[in-house]
Nanobody, 115 residues
Framework: QVQLVESGGGLVQPGGSLRLSCAAS????????MGWYRQAPGKQRELVAR???????NLADSVKGRFTISRDNANNTVYLQMNSLKPEDTAVYYC?????????WGQGTQVTVSS
């Protein structure tokens, strides 16, 4: 089992920044993928960004140039730095951990971009 604890969501004005953090604990494997998905009301959950344990990253086209994903392998923590936020970034953001065919989700953190 892997537990994921997210933090850092909140309300921000358009153009602002937020940093999300997700700490993983439990049966952590050295080879894994950690990432962030989001789900807006009435929409399907979508990949925002993910990072492999070796450092390779994938970002959704809609966030390229604005969001950065990074990780601290020593502390099993993944970060999502979100800059130049737009109202369409409003969603519940979920941390995701994948390894050995298993997938785990965090409880979600709300990000609201509004003036």
């Amino acid at each position: 089992q892997v537990q994921l604890v997210e933090s850092g969501g909140g309300l921000v004005q358009p153009g602002g920044s937020l940093r999300l953090s997700c700490a993983a604990s439990g049966s952590i494997r050295s080879v894994n993928i950690m990432g962030w998905y989001r789900q807006a009301p009435g929409k399907q959950r979508e990949l925002v960004a993910r990072i492999f344990n070796g450092g390779t990253t994938n970002l959704a086209d809609s966030v390229k140039g604005r969001f950065t994903i990074s990780r601290d392998n020593a502390n099993n923590t993944v970060y999502l730095q979100m800059n130049s936020l737009k109202p369409e970034d409003t969603a519940v953001y979920y941390c995701n951990y994948q390894s050995g065919g298993w997938t785990y989700w965090g409880q979600g953190t709300q990000v609201t971009v509004s003036s």
